[in-house]
């Protein structure tokens, strides 16, 4: 059947000489992949490719066939036009790096429309700000609201995080049990705003060794979770 969603691009992969798969997280569907058949090989293929960088948000026109493993595309258009997204080599970076995390827990072929509306207003705010050396920490920390394992607060004055049992603790309970500098940056991140974000102020060092206790949460609570190919490379633009 033909319908229309909204979508977010997630990833692109070359597939025979000419032809493009992508996956996108939909409004309607969830997560879809898509066969765009002949792609590379015209000029009138390349402004296509153009739409699909990715996190790009787009309004598509489907082709839409249940527990089909790849769905057809039979019109597209720009939902919104990134300022400095992908122009930007900071935000294209952090757009790589989040598009990379994004395609490993995004699994499911269901709605979830308040998931992809704050997808949607996140990366409207980076596009928009000039301050955004942080905004990863948090956008993966709220991140977890979505997927099911945000950081209990209730006892958030405790002095340690217990990154397996996603809750404050007195004591140290095993070795994923974190405090420090870590746990102080994660009490400042637990219920703020992106737009409080300029008020957190940390070195590159402390960034990093926050990005990965995060990706270890993921790693802890999402199976087959794996460690995003572009760390390496992000962490070397943001040192």
Not at 83 to 103: C, G, P, R
Not at 183 to 203: H, S
Request: some cysteine.
């Amino acid at each position: 059947m033909l319908a229309t969603t909204n979508a977010i691009v997630l990833s692109k992969l070359k597939y025979k000489d000419n032809d493009l798969i992508v996956k996108c997280y939909t409004e309607q569907y969830g997560v879809l992949s898509f066969l765009l058949r002949g792609v590379l090989k015209s000029k009138k293929g390349n402004s296509k490719v153009a739409y699909f960088q990715l996190l790009s948000q787009l309004q598509i026109v489907i082709v839409y066939k249940e527990n089909r493993s790849l769905q057809t595309i039979k019109e597209t258009k720009l939902n919104s036009i990134y300022s400095t997204l992908h122009t930007n080599v900071l935000k294209s970076s952090i757009v790589m790096f989040l598009a990379e995390v994004l395609a490993n827990t995004l699994k499911e072929e269901e709605q979830n429309e308040s998931l992809f509306s704050y997808l949607e207003n996140a990366l409207l705010w980076l596009d928009s700000q000039s301050e955004y050396s942080n905004f990863h920490l948090l956008f993966l920390i709220k991140l977890t609201k979505y997927l099911g394992f945000y950081p209990d607060s209730k006892n958030i004055d405790y002095p340690f995080f217990n990154l397996n049992e996603g809750k404050f603790e007195l004591k140290p309970s095993d070795r994923y049990t974190i405090s420090g500098e870590n746990l102080i940056l994660l009490k400042q991140l637990l219920g703020i705003t992106f737009d409080a974000l300029p008020n957190i102020k940390i070195n590159a060092k402390q960034r990093q060794s926050f990005l990965s206790m995060i990706l270890l949460y993921f790693e802890l609570h999402l199976g087959g979770f794996k460690t995003p190919k572009s760390l390496q490379i992000f962490n070397q633009v943001f040192s």
